[in-house]
């Protein structure tokens, strides 16, 4: 009678059960030697047997129905079958005679009615061994979950830590993960040249690969580097140290929905189309070259509008005439800069509050999606749907806050520094002023207002607070009430504590 040896190990990866396939093939060999057993082939693979499709095992049963072997020598039924289907294939070839012989060392069999009834019961625990093995790992996860621990190998950036069975930050990846989400959060870098730079600085897979395109994307979309995961399509609040703020994974998740949204190519590029909106019927203002010169006009899209054409010297004139009023003398902005250094110190234990009154929200939210739960748990009349929906929703306004916390606690008062930056573009503008690009003037106004509109060829706009202090008087009026003014600042500790 001819044999095949067999052997199998449960996965694939170097690392783990390397010697078990080795072991198996040195004690089978022995094992066939003592007792005298042709030996057609050895034959191993490294897949479980949890489930059927094992190519080996199929190639294996395939050459014993063509008679290239009668009997099969492995360690143990279980290295044969783990599964129903597979087991049933056995006892199968078994009963038409395709199989006159199964040999094990660590288990007898006789092909035999009772001999088969017992290969049946061996299968029976094999089976029963892995399905337990899988519950007790769902048990483990939905331990881990309600915890705040993420249950499966740690996404880049991160590493397992065996001992408290959650992840850690990897000091080496973790900043190039972050750079990354800054990189492409600020919309001039496309997921390929992303993937490339970080190639360039040697980040990769914890096997070695060389980073997708398509993986940079996944990461990108991760909600596990600003504290929160996905699991089993529910959502829950990680307890791990978070890598990125949800302020920048949200920036990142616009640019990335912008992109995706084809844009028409312009024939002509005009520094202000699409900057405002007609003051008459709401619809975009446009731009078109006649006879050598730019013109802005209304699309008159939504209803017939008589707004008028208006050449774009003249608009040039009229922004520049606001970024005039909003000009500091130097005199005035090193006054300005010196009061801030002062007003930090001052402002320290303001934050303090402000933070205390951000942990109160968080303990609200905390207790909300407690009460949540309990309502859900209780039968409540809460669906699955409506409680992961209301669950996601309090989870990222609780990681907003914490957001808010970190940043408060890492800059101090360092919410000063908008505006210290808005007194040195003010005392920056009049070299705007000097110049022609109309490119450089879009942007300072686009820095220091919104909501540009076009009336009765009249460019106005909304100035942002700080700035609407400056353009409100003269510098001699503004300096004695500038701290006041911005004190409502809505971006201010005092204004949203």
């Known amino acids: 009678m ?139 996860h939905r331990a881990k979950l309600r915890k705040g621990i993420w249950p499966n190998f740690a996404p880049l950036g991160y590493l397992n830590n065996h001992k408290t069975r959650g992840i850690d930050v990897d000091s080496e990846k973790a900043p190039l993960v972050r750079k990354a989400f800054e990189l492409y959060s600020t919309g001039e870098y496309t997921l390929k040249a992303v993937a490339i730079i970080l190639d360039q600085a040697g980040l990769r897979s914890y096997k070695g690969n060389v980073l997708s395109v398509s993986c940079v994307q996944r990461m990108l979309q991760n909600q596990i580097y600003y504290g929160v995961f996905s699991f ?13 703020s949800k302020k920048l994974f949200d920036s990142v998740q616009q640019v990335m929905s912008n ?20 003051g008459n019927c709401d619809c975009l203002i446009t731009a078109e070259k006649q006879k050598g010169h730019h013109y802005y006009r209304c699309t008159k899209k939504k209803q017939p509008c008589n707004e008028k054409y208006l050449r774009e010297e003249n608009l040039v004139e009229q922004m520049k005439g606001i970024i005039q009023k909003v000009s500091l003398p130097d005199e005035w902005a090193n006054n300005m800069l010196a009061e801030i250094d002062k007003e930090k110190e001052q402002v320290r234990e303001e934050t303090k509050v402000f933070v205390q009154n951000l942990q109160t929200q968080k303990v609200e939210i905390e207790n909300k999606a407690e009460n949540l739960l309990d309502l859900f748990i209780g039968g409540k009349g809460i669906e699955p749907e409506e409680y992961q929906a209301k669950k996601s929703k309090l989870l990222n306004e609780k990681q907003d806050i914490l957001g808010k916390i970190r940043d408060f606690e890492q800059k101090g008062n360092n919410w000063l520094e908008p505006m210290k930056e808005m007194i040195l573009a003010s005392s920056q503008a009049k070299i705007l002023l000097s110049q022609s690009d109309n490119q450089e003037i879009r942007a300072f106004l686009k ?33 004695p009430n500038w701290r006041r003014r911005w004190d409502s600042n809505p971006r201010s500790p005092k204004a949203r504590a």
């Not at 007792?35 to 395939?62: H, Q």
């Not at 992109?259 to 007609?278: N, W, Y």
Request: glycine share 8%.
């Open 2 to 140: 001819k044999y095949f040896i067999y052997t199998r190990k449960s996965t694939d990866s170097e690392e783990r059960q390397i010697l078990s396939i080795e072991s198996q093939i040195s004690e089978l060999k022995e094992f066939a030697a003592k007792e005298k057993l042709e030996i057609v082939a050895s034959l191993s693979e490294a897949k479980t047997a949890k489930e059927p499709g094992r190519k080996i095992f199929g190639e294996m049963l395939g050459r014993i129905e063509k008679g290239e072997a009668q009997g099969i020598l492995a360690w143990h039924p279980d290295r044969l079958a783990r599964n129903s289907i597979d087991g049933g294939k056995i006892i199968y070839l078994l009963d038409t005679g395709k199989i006159k012989d199964l040999k094990f060392p660590t288990f007898w069999f006789d092909s035999t009615p009772q001999g088969k009834f017992m290969m049946n019961i061996a299968f029976g625990q094999s089976k029963y061994y892995i399905d337990n093995l899988s519950e007790n790992i769902k048990r483990g």
């Open 232 to 244: 089993n399509g529910e959502i829950y609040d990680g307890t791990h140290e978070p890598i990125i």
């Open 259 to 278: 992109r995706g949204k084809k844009k028409r190519k312009r024939k002509h590029e005009f520094a202000f189309s699409g900057l405002m909106k007609c």
């Open 447 to 479: 820095n220091i207002g919104s909501n540009f509109i076009l009336k009765d060829k009249k460019f106005q706009f909304a100035l942002k607070i700080g700035w609407r202090a400056l353009a409100e008087g003269e510098p001699t009026k503004t300096f």
